[in-house]
């Protein structure tokens, strides 16, 4: 076989996603600081990410998470995905793997968005069943129902009802956090409108938490959409003997620091800079 055959049949395999490449930079954890973040809030894992490049810490953090959760996994694990820019960083991440009794669940509802669809919780459970080769579980509702009477039906449906027991035995959920800010991926995908920020904000909401808006104590906040929201209750996804949450950016410190205090998630992955700010 010739270079040119050669390369010709590389470039087919790339094309047909047979053949990807990856480049993994070195990851530098900060043990100490790790422990400290551990022992304060008794977690059962805490690992922080050093980067001195503030660009890269989002990929690094995902690279970690994506090892991490890679060596949790066995054919028949079932394992729940939440949605946004971390989570879909960290499914970019995963190893090709053959898991062909895995299961992916869909944490929360589905949405559309033409800018940012990679971050949809669809998106992100179809490009985790690619790498890990297992089967996808969708939550067939929307993010919020249009009214309370739509969400009581919804409730009532068997897929629905699977899909939060499939949660409750799940081994690991994987779960994002955001502030109560026009920045955050909630609000750019267009869930939450600037009336919606308002209301939050004079209910003292700090962010959200897989889907549910909680104050500076964790506690969940009580507003317009709060019982049409559609997705597993956090209390269920924190039950997985490995719930854990992905947060880089610093300025997600309340929404984690409260997150932690109600004990959301058991093992957090995060930055140094976000880290240090939760001691």
Known sequence: MTPIQVSRLLKAAIDSNIIQFHITMPIEVDFDLGKK???????????????????????????YTAKFVSSLLQDDTIIGVSWGKGIYEFVKQLPFSRFPNLKIVQLSGGFFSENNYMVTP??????????????????????????????????????????????????????????????????????????????????????????????????PIKWSKSELYNGVPVELISRAPTSLCIASEPEKEIVIRASLNKKYFNTLITSKKLAQRLL
């Open 37 to 63: 973040i551990k022992d304060k809030y008794k977690l059962r894992e805490c690992v922080v990410v050093d980067e001195e490049n503030d660009g890269l810490i989002g990929v690094k953090i995902a690279q």
């Open 122 to 219: 669809a998106h992100i459970v179809t490009t985790a069943c690619e790498k890990l080769g297992g089967v996808p579980v969708f939550l067939n509702a929307p993010f919020f129902s249009p009214n309370l009477d739509t969400k009581n039906e919804l409730l009532k449906d068997e897929g629905i009802l699977k899909i939060y027991e499939l949660a409750g035995r799940s081994a690991v959920n994987i779960i994002g956090a955001s502030p109560l800010k026009k920045e955050s991926t909630v609000f750019q995908v267009g869930m939450v409108s600037p009336d919606d920020i308002e209301e939050l904000s004079s209910l003292n909401a700090v962010g959200d938490i897989a889907g549910y808006f909680i104050d500076e104590k964790g506690e």
